[in-house]
């Protein structure tokens, strides 16, 4: 059978890695995470400036990890133990990006003016000292962080983007510096003491620039989650002290009872006590219709309650909730990263002391070439190669696709639990459904009220759900349900007797009310044949009588989902085969297979059986993505290439699971198909343009082009 959960031995942990700017940063702390005894995998993102560590605490220790990071020149911290979905990180984040646009205005702005004063008045001594000022402050105040993030990595010999930043720009720095201080310098050697501090500036704004997007874009793939904060309110109303109070959301402890009133959002997840309501859970299922709940029913903090008032018993609260789990699974999920990203990451941990050669390489064929008197080109050459070089283009091509598109698959309600799985589902070509809860709705409902002659259908209905209301069995509850989507009012009955196996019995007002099967009808003198009504497979009868005459039958069944079809359909269009696997009865199965549109039928299976169908379908060479609802569903779910848990699903299901679908439509199956491939054709674009731009753009700052036509 298949391994459904990590062994227990290993942790994960995650944690945010400050002072990170590009590709090459990522993979030096990635390294050495890795490198760490313990730890069986660690994968560090770029744009959400985080780390993801899997390791194994009776090795390695956490804070041991965040000194790993450390020892890189980056800083790390421990995420705090009551940490919840309004992260601190998110504001810090927000602040970061707008710290970040404020520089890098300021900075281009500077470069305009110094363009300005350059073109007109550079022979004025006045004006140089002017810009030579300018430029000192620009270095000095917006771009100080690229400064001193460039020290830290040459003190750990190591060299990434801001390396190349920095060696360009103080580069052109000096020399401009030099030419201003003593021109005498450069004309007494034949070289015109020309400056480029507008090149300085501008180098430093564009780069600024560059990162305030990526902030802001990292901002906006995270509001997802800060969505998800906005979903509970601000506080609670406790029972404490013998009386209620309305305390903040934090103090809330498990165990403490909470009173919620009509139209409230519950502030966290618990069981409920007494009182009796229906509560919108659409934020986490998708189904439109509230849910009654009773006591001794579980709540979600988040879920809006509709009706009545209830108290209830906390159970989860802070990082313990629904949403908050939720959110850290996003969160993992952005934290992950893609196969293809391990292209990416091998091109930039070699990329920036391949560019600083090329630098070196430039210099010194401009000086051999031209000689002293081409000293002014080959500096130029030098640090425009310098400055050209992109390895943050490449570095974010992977992680900025897979944020955005978790990020489009939450909106969408898809919970998809990594980068790896996002690629994945884009190979899928057979998806195997289980049947009871999946293709179905996996709950008895009522399909159709049949009366006999002379008798209303609403009437029908008003006396089984009269009875059945008395009544806990599921085809019970789908009666009296029946009956409420109708609008049917509900009369009292007396001397309710329940018959196992067969149905219900009582009066209602003067008459004598039967509910059940043929046998229980025959027993208390009925007909149940005068409705002549034919059954198919897969439902159930129950015929209603009053004071012996038989007034309709109810059919009550376990109904197909109505986004079943619709999603078999899509599949086919994607070119995904669809087969359904089940361990209901043949007939059953057939009859829900053929309603939806699947073909290929397997029943009557047990749990080890379905894993061996999703192994033979893999030893066929098919990628199998796997869709299901129950305990017995978990083995397979984790054997398929990608397991997909329905949102009523148990929460072994879910663990299992590489998507959680939110929704109760199973057409999230091909989005989610649809979405994977429409991203990794992303992920390979982003990789192509950067690879391109780079080996277009670092020749032509060399001064490929200045033997042909003359230009630098």
């Not at 009868?541 to 005459?549: E, P």
Request: hydrophobic share 50%; aromatic share 4%; glycine share 8%.
């Amino acid at each position: 059978m298949a391994t459904i959960t990590k062994p227990q031995s290993e942790e994960r942990i995650s944690f945010p890695v400050t002072g990170m700017t590009c590709a090459a940063c990522q993979a030096r702390v990635q390294r050495a995470l890795k490198a760490e005894p313990g730890v069986s995998d660690a994968t560090v993102n770029l744009v959400t400036n985080s780390a993801a560590v899997v390791y194994n605490p009776t090795a390695v220790s956490p804070q041991r990890l965040i000194d790993a990071v450390r020892a890189t020149g980056y800083d790390a911290v421990l995420p705090s133990a009551e940490a919840d979905i309004g992260d601190e990180g998110d504001r810090a984040a927000i602040e970061h990006a707008r710290t970040l646009t404020i520089r890098a205005v300021v900075s281009v702005v500077a470069g305009l003016l110094a363009m300005a004063f350059s073109m007109s008045l550079m022979e004025s001594t006045g004006v140089r000292y002017g810009l030579l000022g300018l430029t000192a402050v620009i270095i000095g105040w917006a771009g100080r962080d690229i400064y001193r993030a460039a020290w830290k990595t040459v003190l750990h010999r190591s060299a990434d983007m801001n390396v190349l930043v920095t060696l360009g720009t103080a580069s052109a720095f000096i020399y401009s510096a030099v030419a201003t201080l003593a021109p005498g310098l450069f004309s007494r050697n034949g070289i015109a003491p020309d400056v480029y501090y507008e090149a300085v500036i501008f180098i430093i704004g564009l780069v600024l620039a560059g990162r305030a997007i990526e902030a802001r874009a990292r901002v906006k793939t995270t509001d997802a989650l800060r969505r998800l904060a906005t979903l509970l309110p601000n506080t609670a109303r406790v029972e404490r002290a013998g009386g209620w109070q309305d305390i903040a959301l934090a103090g809330v402890r498990p165990g403490d009872v909470v009173l919620v009133r009509p139209g409230e959002r519950l502030p966290v997840d618990g069981k409920i006590i007494d009182g009796t309501s229906e509560v919108d859970e659409s934020m986490l299922t998708g189904e439109p219709l509230p849910v009654v709940k009773a006591p001794g029913d579980m709540v979600v903090g988040g879920t809006v309650n509709t009706t009545g008032s209830f108290r209830y018993s906390a159970t989860s609260v802070g990082s313990n909730s629904v949403l908050a789990r939720i959110a850290k699974l996003m969160r993992d999920a952005q934290l992950s990263r893609a196969p293809v990203q391990k292209l990416a990451d091998r091109v930039s941990a070699v990329f920036v002391p391949t560019v600083l050669a090329i630098a070196v390489v430039t210099l010194v064929v401009w000086l051999v070439v031209g000689g002293v008197a081409a000293l002014p080109h080959a500096i130029v050459a030098a640090v425009s190669v310098l400055i050209i070089a992109c390895p943050c283009a490449m570095g974010l091509a992977v992680p900025t696709a897979v944020m955005v598109a978790t990020g489009r698959g939450a909106e969408l309600g898809l919970l998809i639990k990594g980068g790896e799985i996002l690629q994945r589902a884009g190979d899928v070509d057979t998806v195997v459904f289980d049947k009871t809860g999946t293709v179905t709705e996996g709950r008895p409902r009522v399909t159709r009220v049949v009366p006999v002659a002379g008798v209303d259908e609403r009437e029908v209905l008003e006396a089984a759900a009269t009875l059945e209301s008395h009544s806990e069995h599921p085809i019970a509850s789908a009666i009296v349900k029946a009956a409420g989507e109708r609008e049917i009012s509900l009369s009292g009955v007396d001397d309710f007797r329940a018959h196992p196996g067969r149905g219900v019995t009582g009066r209602i007002g003067a008459k004598k009310v039967a509910v059940g099967n043929e046998s229980l009808m025959r027993d208390s003198g009925t007909d149940p044949d005068a409705t002549n009504v034919r059954v198919a497979v897969g439902e159930t009868a129950l015929f209603v009588a009053a004071d012996g005459r038989l007034l309709g039958t109810i059919i009550v069944a376990d109904a197909v989902r109505a986004s079943s079809q619709p999603a078999v359909e899509e599949l086919k269009q994607l070119g995904i085969e669809s087969v359904l696997v089940t361990g209901d009865r043949r007939a059953p199965a057939e009859s829900a297979a053929g309603t939806v549109g699947i073909a290929n039928v397997v029943a009557e299976v047990l749990p080890e059986e379905k894993v061996a169908i999703v192994q033979r379908l893999q030893r066929e060479g098919r990628v199998v993505a796997m869709v299901g609802d129950g305990v017995n569903d978990a083995p397979a779910l984790a054997q398929a290439d990608v397991g997909m848990s329905m949102p009523r699903g148990t929460d072994i299901a879910v663990e299992a699971s590489d998507v959680a679908l939110l929704r109760s439509d199973l057409r999230s199956v091909a989005t989610t198909i649809a979405l994977s491939r429409r991203t990794m054709r992303t992920m390979r674009q982003n990789l192509f343009w950067a690879f391109v731009y780079n080996v277009i753009g670092i020749p032509i700052a060399a001064g490929v082009l200045y033997p042909v036509i003359g230009t630098l």
